[in-house]
Each structure stands twice: as structure tokens, then as C-alpha cells.
């Protein structure tokens, strides 16, 4: 078998593993509701949820930071996949709340190294055609997301419940984990088009300071933090619409709401390709974050039932390629060094996943589930914010900046 045809079947296995990454995050905001119900929780213990999984991606960041780039992506992203499904089986047989949460921290980690590590090798694949392929990837991160709400919407129409979806998707993901190695033994690994190594085989030192001091990679690790604050949007919108009046807003209805937001990520990411050749990455961001704030706060405001899937569907289309944006751009800066370049970006999400998923909680539980919703609309007019006011400053460090390799000694 060619080294094109290997690449082709293991570019197939990281879609897999990316919907199936997606598909257990879409899951839980559906599940929110009746996890909160089996559990009795308040709304500030279900914050806990989310705060305890975001500690666990920044440990997933530092270890990707550190490790992956030196590592064999082909192997450790099997075996961390793996470990999703069995940890996803595990919060499927409804431990004790304390268990639970260390759980959630253990799918922090390995399900963002598997987040990370799919889209950095897919960058390591297929080197200057990575846009096209991170698009496709993250593309079907958003079937995957939506197919979460709906799988679960559909268990429950049928009376089973919220943790029956996690025991199943954790089997089916052992399943495809033992496949992808017994494939990888048949045809053997890939070739990536990019390897952190010099022309003597030496593995590459990873630039962290320069990463550190780069002004583009600092602006970008700021955008990604205050995009967990949007996520706020995913996390608690079908637990904001089902509190507030569960007969007008059943599970079954807000699970519709997140797969029409998933129906305008897949647009978006599927035309993310094209747009990208006429404005940047940058501006696109820019651009969509003032839209987008626009969209949330008409949605809140009129607060009627079936406009919420529309707003849902726009928001989607209008934010879904930030997330693609944001790799595609942490690959392009150090291409030889994409796990790691990708994890600061990984690390500044998940600590905005901390502060604005515990902020919501507390302003939920303290003040009113409406103002916690109105979180999302803030961070995205920082980043407008962020972004308009650091434009020269990044454009005239542009130049200059790059992927430096040196040898390690």
C-alpha cells in the first residue's frame, strides 16, 4: 500500500475519533437537565461539571505541550481514545458524585489531548494543505456535535436514560479503538508530509519562549480564553430553556436548539475553506464576534420559542469556524511543532472553561439564570474588542516570527 492510500485510511480514523470527541461533549449539555435531576444538585454544584473537566485540559494541555510533539501522534492517539471510551463508560454507570467529577476531570485530559492531537496531526499529515483538512476535520467535529444533542433526545423520547448514551458511545468507542490498531498493524503507519526532525534525523527543541513572546500566538491564546466564556452558550442554554419553563422547553426541544447551532458550525466550517481566500483569519474573527454578540442578545430579548432554534442555527454559522480558525493559525505559526503550538491555545481554553463555567454558576445560582447567559455576549465583545485594538501591534510583529527549529542536543 502507497504511503498517499495509509494516509488517506488514517485520515479517516482521526475523523472518527474527532466526532466521536464531539459527539460525547454535544451529549452532555443535552444531559445536563436529568444529570442535575439524578443527582439533585443546585445549579452551582452542576457548574462543577464543566470546572472540574476544564482542570483536567489544562493538565491535557501541558502534557500536549510537553510530550506529544516528541511522541508517536500515530499510537498515543489510539491509545488516548481508548481511554475516552472507557472513562465514558465508567460515567455511564452513575458513580457517586465525587466519583463522578474525578471522572470528568479524566476525560478532561485525555478527551482534549485526543481534541488536540487529532487536529495536529492531521496539520503533520498533510503540511501546507493543513487548512483544508483542519476545515474537514472540524467539519465533521460539528456533524459530531450534532449528532450528541439528537442521539440523546432520541433515548430519552424512548425512555431510557441520560446514562445509557455514555455507556453506549463508550463501548462503541472501545470497539473502534481496537480496530484502528489492528489496522495500523496491517498497513503500518503513515509518512507525515511534516516531522520535528532535521535533515540528520535529530529531533527539533520546541521554541517555547518564542512562543511565549510571539505577539500573534499571545492575541490568539486571548481569544481562545475568552471563547470558552461563549461556550457558556452550549453548556447551559438547555438547562437555562428547560428551568425556566420546562412544558414550553423540554429536553427533547432544547436538544433541537444545540443541533441546529451544530447544523451552522458544519456549514460553516464546510465554507470556512473558501472564505478564508478572501479575508484573514484574523479579521474573520473580528468580524463574527460583533455579529454574533448581536445575535445572542436578540435571541434573549424576544425570548420566543421557535426563534430559538434560528438563533441557534446563525450563531453556529457565525462562530463555527472560530474554533478552526484558531488551529489553523497555532499550525501555521510553528508547523513543526503543531501539538505544542495548539496546546497554548488548548491551555488558554481551558482556563476561560474554569473561570467563565464557575462565573456561571455562581451568577445563575446568586443573581438569575438570565444574566449567566448574558456571559456569552461579553466575551464576545472583548474579543471584538481585543482584536480591533491589537491590530497593528501584531501586524508589525509579523514579520520576522516563525517556526525556527534548532536540534536538541
Known sequence: MTNQKRRSVTAVFVIVFMMAFALSGGMFSTALPKIIETYNLSLEQASLFSV?????????????????????????????????????????????????????????????????????????????????????????????????????????????????????????????????FLTMMVIKRPVPEV???????????????????????????????????????????PTYLNNKNPDLFPISFCSTVVACFSVGMIVSRLINGYISKFISARNYITLVSICSS??????LLLDQKYLWPVVGFLLGLLTGAIYTAQFVMACEYFPRFSASATAFTGFSSAIGGMCFNALAGQVAQKVNFLAAMCIPVVALLITFLVLFTTKRVVERADSGEGDEPQAAQ
Open 52 to 180: 472540574f473537566q476544564s482542570g483536567g485540559m489544562l493538565l491535557a494541555n501541558c502534557f500536549t505541550a510537553l510530550v506529544v510533539d516528541k511522541l508517536d501522534k500515530n499510537k498515543m492517539l489510539g491509545v488516548m481514545f481508548l481511554l475516552m471510551g472507557g472513562f465514558l463508560f465508567c460515567i455511564g454507570s452513575v458513580p457517586p458524585f465525587v466519583l463522578i467529577l474525578m471522572l470528568f476531570v479524566l476525560m478532561g485530559i485525555v478527551s482534549n489531548v485526543v481534541n488536540n492531537a487529532c487536529s495536529s496531526y492531521m496539520s503533520d499529515l498533510y503540511g501546507d494543505q493543513r487548512a483544508r483538512y483542519i476545515s474537514i476535520l472540524h467539519a465533521f467535529f460539528g456533524l459530531g456535535s450534532l449528532m450528541g444533542p439528537l442521539f440523546i433526545g432520541q433515548l430519552t423520547r424512548m425512555g431510557f436514560v441520560w446514562n445509557n448514551a455514555y455507556t453506549t458511545l463508550g463501548l462503541v468507542i472501545i470497539f473502534i479503538s481496537v480496530a484502528y
Open 195 to 237: 516531522q520535528n526532525i532535521d535533515d540528520s534525523g535529530k529531533r527539533l527543541k520546541t521554541p517555547y519562549k518564542k512562543m511565549l513572546r510571539s505577539p500573534k500566538m499571545l492575541s490568539l491564546c486571548a481569544v481562545s480564553f475568552l471563547y470558552a466564556g461563549f461556550q457558556v452558550y452550549n453548556t447551559w442554554l
Open 294 to 299: 448581536g445575535v445572542l442578545v436578540a435571541g
